[in-house]
């Protein structure tokens, strides 16, 4: 996805010229938004301000300026700006970039090469940015929308700051629709109501605001507009949602939280969202029951029919109506009792069977269906529980030489409160049992 303000085409001087171009911003200081990175304590115009510039990936979603602080930081270190896209270069390509680069930095003119969609680049393409970086011959300014954990070589990682830059806040939209009303010398004709439902429809993505700005300036309208009179003539723009990026991750993760967090509101605006965005409801269905079992699980043993009969509701139902049956499941969840104690002591048993190898059990709990298991002492000594006091032997049944631990805690929460119980009062029992034996 290319970004905010691109360089344009050639154009003859009498040429129409969109609303954006004619907005490009000429200097950092007229960006609009990004003071995080722009600002006099922020890295960039730190790097400015001392007048060297290092290599750079900047991290954000689409329209909020990527290739705009590329052309202008090239501009004001009087570096030659080169753009490239990783959709459409392929390795020639590159080696003429850096044959290119080369030439300039022979005749002490530096390059700063910005590369749009840089994650789309493979690994070895990516490698081949590294040693024309080291040596100067470029300053890389990578631009991108996925996460650059995920999606680019620890190398370039290591060799290039990360900047992450923000979607577009509602005053910044604002002041972005004054500034195109000033270039086009005329008011948008709408109310209130609707200006602002216009900069929502922007969704963060200055691009895309000016764009829907000229739509608008374009209707030969003679009273201001409505919501609903501007709703029925523009499209409402899609919330960005990437079903296999950082974004589906994100949203699943506030799901998660909000429902872990006790929050119901929160957790279905969460739901809701991922379904605005198109997220298969059988991929939540899981998620959903993936939360019963880790968050709430003994607390309240209930969650997870609750879940199982959810996602069965959907799968005879479909949508919509079996969307309603997730979501009256997000609901129970959200304000069930937690407890994590269970998850916690199936991490510590596992851990607990890695470390003790391959001890035996106890050979009293062993069972001796031949004569020689029984001469080597299989079985020998057991308590048969129901014969026991209580119907409770309180016998050991870890391996011999292994300290006997406690992994499952239970919370003092819902039904984990009478677990916890049972298990305060099994342990008093075998402590007193176990004291007679010795």
């Not at 604002?174 to 005329?186: I, Q």
């Not at 000016?210 to 523009?234: F, H, S, Y």
């Not at 939540?284 to 959810?310: F, G, K, S, Y």
Request: net charge neutral.
């Amino acid at each position: 996805m290319s970004d905010l303000f691109e360089t344009p085409a050639p154009q003859t001087p009498n040429a129409p010229r969109p609303l954006a171009d004619r907005l490009r911003p000429q200097t950092l200081a007229e960006v609009i938004g990004q003071e995080q990175v722009l600002g006099p304590d922020g890295p960039l115009g730190v790097m400015l301000a001392s007048g060297s510039l290092s290599s750079l990936i900047l991290w954000g979603p689409p329209g909020v300026g990527k290739t705009t602080i590329a052309r202008l930081l090239a501009r004001e270190t009087e570096l030659h700006f080169e753009q490239i896209s990783a959709i459409f270069t392929g390795v020639p390509d590159l080696r003429k970039v850096f044959e290119a680069a080369k030439l300039r930095r022979a005749n002490d003119r530096g390059t700063l090469l910005f590369v749009d969609e840089i994650h789309r680049f493979n690994k070895a393409q990516q490698d081949s940015f590294l040693p024309h970086m080291e040596d100067g011959t470029i300053v890389l300014v990578g631009a991108t929308t996925e996460n650059p954990s995920f999606e680019l070589n620890a190398a370039i990682l290591s060799r290039a700051q990360v900047l992450v830059l923000n979607r577009l806040s509602s005053d910044e939209l604002e002041k972005m629709a004054s500034r195109a009303e000033g270039e086009a010398g005329k008011k948008l004709l709408l109310e209130p109501a609707a200006r602002s439902a216009l900069l929502d429809m922007a969704d963060g993505d200055g691009r895309a605001l000016l764009n829907l700005i000229e739509q608008v300036l374009a209707w030969k309208t003679t009273a201001p507009l409505g919501v609903d009179q501007l709703t029925t003539r523009l499209m409402r723009r899609a919330a960005k949602y990437d079903k296999s990026g950082e974004e589906h991750y994100n949203l699943i993760s506030a799901l998660h939280k909000s429902v872990r967090g006790s929050d119901p509101d929160a957790a279905l605006y969460w739901y809701s969202r991922m379904l605005e965005g198109g997220e298969d409801p059988r991929y939540l269905a899981r998620r959903i029951l993936r939360m019963a079992v880790e968050d709430i699980a003994l607390a309240d043993p209930n969650a997870q029919t609750i879940c199982l009969h959810a996602w069965e509701t959907y799968e005879r139902l479909g949508s919509p109506e079996g969307e309603l049956a997730l979501a009256q499941a997000v609901i129970y969840l959200a304000l069930a009792p937690k407890t994590n104690a269970g998850y916690v002591a199936y991490k510590a048993s596992r851990d607990a069977a890695r470390k003790s190898g391959s001890e035996p059990p106890p050979k009293h709990i062993l069972n001796a269906p031949t004569k020689m298991m029984k001469e080597q002492g299989y079985g020998a000594g057991y308590a048969y529980d129901h014969d026991a006091e209580d119907g409770f032997s309180g016998q050991n049944y870890f391996p011999e030489t292994m300290q006997r631990p406690t992994f499952y805690k239970p919370v003092d929460r819902g039904f984990e409160r009478d677990l916890k119980k049972r298990a305060d009062y099994f342990a008093g029992l075998r402590a007193k049992r176990q004291g007679r034996q010795n």
